[in-house]
């Protein structure tokens, strides 16, 4: 009698977590299964921080830049301000950060400035051009110079870290406001944290 | 009486045209983007509506608070975005262009004032057949 109980509590567990999954399954983000390690030697947040430890334990969502972009760039910090405002009613445990792909024009100070400017809050990450370009790698990702214009180009995308420090999901931002991203991001860290039961 | 009434009229006469060309494109929600002091470029955006039959072309800008002005668009290409210039912009007739970020926007560089959020300066916007039409943009983040 009660094997039968548990194995009924148990079907019904499961059952109502596959229904939560499927109600929190995002529509733009791209969960990847499995997780990637993240390559982040030399890499560090402006306290001095390691970027493996900054990234330990917590969600991350993520995005790369540099201070002298004038539309995407402020645009991605504008949004993470606002993504941070909406998670201080209700905190969320998750934290943003900002790679520089110009480490060497962003200096800390002025690197400090910039995200100061838009939010404390936002982490910024930096290491050597060598470091960074191994970091943007393991995200799939590159960045340079175009030859002709000699602008840069990067990624646009934004990559979320799951509290293990591996690369879990990431969302194309195009025209998704705030309140969808961050529909996006809960839907993302809903469904793993609920995958990590069954 | 008559000759004010018809110096009125041939005032209005003359004042038409242009002023059918300026209400004939509609430009709103001007704003450029706060930075911290320092920055050497920021963007402009702003919405146009053609509301004539003709096409028009937006072939310069011009600001208080910038050197120079130039048209770039963000261009997204295998989820990796850089900018490119346009020499000019077309208004297709009963159009509307929107330039807003990740997309066309106005690059001020040369700043020569602090971006101050909450203020408001103008631009000038040169068309080819409208003329020039000065919108104020508010500075924010």
């Known amino acids: 009698m009660k094997k039968l109980l548990a194995i009924v509590l148990l079907s019904m567990f499961t059952i109502a977590t596959l229904i939560i999954l499927r109600q929190r399954t995002p529509k ?49 910090l504008s949004i993470f301000k606002k993504l941070l405002e909406m998670g201080q009613n209700r ?44 970091f943007a790698k393991s995200f799939a990702s590159t960045f340079g110079k175009d030859p002709k214009s000699n602008r840069l180009y990067h990624t646009l995308n934004y990559f979320i870290v799951s509290p293990d420090g591996k690369w879990a999901a990431y969302i194309k931002p195009e025209s998704l406001n705030e309140e969808t991203l961050m529909k996006e991001i809960q839907a993302v860290k809903t469904n793993l944290e609920w995958k990590g039961f069954l | 009486m008559m000759k004010k009434f018809i110096s009125a009229f041939l005032l209005s006469c003359l004042a038409s045209p242009s002023a059918s060309y300026a209400a004939s494109l ?21 919405v146009i509506e053609n509301e004539k039959k003709q096409p028009d072309k937006l072939i310069s800008a011009s600001t208080t608070i910038g050197d120079s002005l130039e ?30 970020p990740g997309s066309l926007h106005i690059m001020i560089m040369g700043i020569k004032e602090p971006l101050k959020e909450g203020l408001e300066v103008p631009i000038l916007l040169n068309f080819e057949k409208a003329g020039t039409i000065k919108v104020m943009a508010s500075i924010k983040k």
């Open chain 1, 28 to 76: 733009f983000a791209q969960i990847l299964d499995p997780q990637i390690s993240i390559k982040s030697e030399g890499m560090k947040d402006l306290e001095g921080q390691a970027v493996k430890d900054l990234f330990q334990d917590r969600w991350t969502v993520l995005a790369f830049g540099f201070t002298s972009c004038p539309d995407i760039c402020p645009n991605t």
């Open chain 1, 91 to 134: 905190p969320d445990g998750i934290q943003y950060a900002f790679v520089t792909i110009d480490p060497q024009t962003d200096t800390t100070s002025k690197f400090k400035n910039y995200l100061g400017f838009f939010d404390l809050r936002i982490h910024g990450i930096y290491g050597s051009p060598e470091a960074t370009e191994i």
């Open chain 2, 26 to 46: 509609k430009v709103t929600n001007a704003w450029i983007r706060a930075l911290p002091p320092g920055a050497k470029a920021t963007a402009g955006y702003l």
């Open chain 2, 71 to 100: 048209f770039h668009e963000t261009v997204k290409e295998n989820g990796m975005a850089s900018m490119e210039e346009r020499s000019q912009i077309v208004i297709p007739p009963g159009k509307v262009v929107r330039f807003k």
